[in-house]
């Protein structure tokens, strides 16, 4: 199929009408995530400010979180639009593996495909029609630009005098203002197309004109599996890697044609990487600090000038280069002071692991993967509606550093995921991250060590892989447990990180535990949301008590925010102080204390969110749940005796109908009910 092509004076006329953009990669990029400001959100991130772009939000499977990655991105990208020193450097993200760094690179290159695919952002290029009589290239006709140079480039360097150049600007209808915008990124022209085009001026004795005929505009292809406009040079080991993967070598095919050895055109730069995206792309660097010394040359020049250079040919191109790295191998590659002017050319994003756990159960369900799962017989495999919870949990502990005397793993995991903590506030959490910052050692800083995806992949594996799992036809939510066991045991060298995670791991259990509590709770009134409702009830009554209104029938009546609707409560003192009994508050003084902060958390929760329900108050919901459990059913000896020990018709009624409301109302299947039971009438010291 033949290019669409056009002239090179009707492209330009194009773009005077404002049908094309002649900008930068860095212009591009900033165009493409500025275009709406709508998008741009104030948000709280671990107890401060920051802000949250959509435009990274966007699609089936978008970045979760990864905030300050994004923010110090964009602020990367502004900079160098606005021609700042960062449009001289790449963009290097440093972290643990597993993190997202690569998965941030992909959603970005897929991003901008999308952008330039739209046409009025479509990038261009030119390509030169050999005319018969032309000597030097054998039996090549067509030449294109091997760099994807644009064509404003060629038109700023189609004179010999630029002043000549800005005059045919003129000629064509362009205001002096908007033509001499364009010199603000303007570059020489590669090797090999001034060295064809001095031949053209030579073969037509200078007629610019007759020159033009020869020049047609077409537009750069779109491929991720091309190369073009995004492209990716993954490290490989010495023996393989070779820098003509970046540059390109020189051709013997087109050695057979050209008879002039000076010619660059005889080097074939799209051998490399780095030519395909030159035209306005984006080069992705993976694991850029396991390269070799020469190949690391290569990007120091190419980094710094934006030039490819081979046998002192150089090609200009117009690039942004981000680049991935982990830990290990930025620290070895800072040892060596030699290699330091490669190092004064990157800006380096230290990407920690993600710590917000309901952000965790996003990704866990990018880690759990769409589509049904089957067991090792192609039954259809249930999955325990406590299993995202469960294993969100799991690894967000492990990625959370200690700081008892200040915040306990909960708090800091509440905090970190915008959710109360009790009297703990969001300042203690965004102290911690402060202080961590300046650890020299980056793996101590805040969620830079823990388990990552590719290890919760792994749990999700080996879970998946149990005999129970596959027998039960369900993956249940407490083997998450022995599973992250297993990969700690096998993935985890260090004995330090592994005796936190198993502590870690025995704090997750006790959540389990508490929702598990709410869970049956749940069952046993036959009701998907009744704690949540009972919760409310306790909220509202300790909010109707501090009315100054309230009188001697202690009803009062008050406005559902959720609902909109006006409605009655009489005030229980029994159950509300049975509550607060449960979280040990035994003094008048505390349980009027702890209504202030109940009175203060829903006044301000409000302002932001109409539907705010205290079911982040883990302490709170477990305490409800006790006092119901403990009231409703005291004369079967609790729940759990009643599920026990199901030797009598009512016991064995109620089991039934709790694991028929867990099956129809609550998204278990048989298996994980029964079992999900069978864990609430145990008793687990350690958690």
Same mark, same amino acid.
């Given at each position: ?66 905030? %300050? ?90 004179? %010999? ?37 001095? %031949? ?488």
């Amino acid at each position: 199929m033949r290019q669409v092509t056009t002239t090179l004076d009707n492209y330009l006329i194009e773009l005077k009408e404002g049908k094309h953009h002649f900008e930068n990669v860095f212009q591009s990029l900033a165009r493409m995530i500025f275009n709406d400001k709508d998008n741009i959100k104030q948000i709280i991130v671990n107890g401060k400010n920051t802000y949250d772009f959509q435009k990274f939000r966007e699609g089936k499977k978008h970045i979760i979180g990864l905030y %300050d990655v994004i923010n110090s991105f964009v602020a990367f990208i502004k900079d160098a639009a606005e021609r700042g020193e960062s449009k001289e450097m790449a963009f290097v993200l440093v972290g643990e593996p597993g993190n997202g760094k690569t998965f941030f690179v992909d959603y970005l290159s897929t991003m901008y495909r999308d952008f330039i695919s739209v046409p009025e952002n479509n990038k261009y290029t030119f390509k030169f029609i050999l005319p018969d009589g032309l000597s030097g290239y054998g039996g090549i006709k067509e030449i294109e630009s091997q760099s994807y140079e644009d064509p404003v480039i060629l038109q700023m360097n189609l004179y %010999d005098s630029p002043e000549q150049s800005k005059e045919e600007f003129l000629k064509l209808g362009f205001k002096e203002k908007s033509f001499l915008d364009f010199y603000e990124n303007f570059r020489s022209l590669g090797a090999d197309t001034e060295f064809i085009l001095n %031949d053209f001026r030579n073969f037509f004795n200078g007629d610019i004109a007759k020159v033009k005929e020869c020049i047609e505009v077409v537009k750069i292809p779109i491929s991720s599996t091309l190369g073009t406009i995004t492209g990716k040079y993954p490290a490989k080991d010495k023996l393989t890697s070779s820098g003509v993967d970046l540059v390109g070598e020189e051709s013997i095919q087109r050695l057979l044609h050209i008879t002039n050895s000076n010619n660059p055109y005889r080097f074939d730069l799209r051998r490399g990487a780095l030519a395909r995206v030159g035209g306005g792309g984006v080069h992705f660097a993976d694991e850029i600090f396991k390269n070799k010394t020469d190949l690391m040359k290569i990007y120091l020049g190419v980094i710094q000038n934006r030039v490819i250079e081979i046998d002192a040919f150089k090609w200009p191109i117009d690039t942004f280069i981000i680049a991935t790295s982990n830990n290990t191998d930025v620290q070895n590659y800072r040892a060596n002071g030699e290699e330091k002017p490669i190092l004064d050319r990157c800006k380096f994003c230290y990407v920690s692991h993600n710590t917000n756990y309901k952000l965790q159960e996003e990704l866990t369900h990018y880690a759990l993967g769409g589509g049904i799962k089957t067991t090792f017989t192609g039954k259809e495999l249930h999955i325990d509606p406590n299993l995202i919870y469960t294993l969100s949990v799991v690894v967000t502990l492990s990625r959370l550093p200690r700081f008892e005397d200040k915040l306990t793993p909960v708090e800091m995991m509440k905090l970190a995921a915008g959710e109360v903590a009790g009297e703990k506030s969001a300042k203690a959490l965004a102290e911690i991250v402060e202080q961590l910052e300046h650890e020299s050692d980056l793996t101590k800083r805040f969620g830079q060590k823990g388990l990552g995806q590719r290890d919760l992949a792994r749990m999700i594996n080996t879970l998946r892989g149990f005999p129970e799992t596959n027998e039960g036809e369900c993956m249940f939510a407490l083997d998450v447990f022995k599973a992250a066991e297993d990969v700690i045991l096998d993935y985890v060298q260090d004995n330090n990180d592994r005796a936190k995670y198993f502590e870690d791991m025995k704090i997750a259990k006790g959540l389990y535990r508490k929702r598990i509590r709410t869970e049956m709770f749940n069952a046993f009134m036959d009701e998907p949301t009744a704690i949540k409702k009972d919760v409310m009830m306790y909220v509202n009554m300790v909010i109707g008590m501090g009315r100054s209104d309230l009188g001697p029938d202690k009803i009062i009546t008050y406005k559902d925010p959720q609902t909109g609707k006006t409605q009655p409560i009489k005030i229980d003192e029994r159950f509300v102080n049975a509550v607060e009994n449960e979280l040990e508050m035994k003094t008048h003084e505390q349980k009027e204390s702890f209504r202030g902060q109940i009175r203060k958390i829903y006044a301000q929760k409000l302002q932001t969110d109409k539907n705010y329900d205290f079911m982040d108050n883990v302490d709170l919901v477990k305490a409800v749940t006790d006092t119901r459990l403990n009231s409703d059913i005291a004369s079967a000896g609790g729940l759990v005796g009643a599920l026990a020990n199901r030797t009598n018709e009512d016991n064995e009624k109620l089991y039934n109908r709790i694991v028929s409301t867990m099956a129809n109302k609550l998204n278990y299947c048989k298996t994980c009910a029964e079992k999900t039971i069978e864990f609430f009438c145990t008793q687990d010291h350690q958690t």
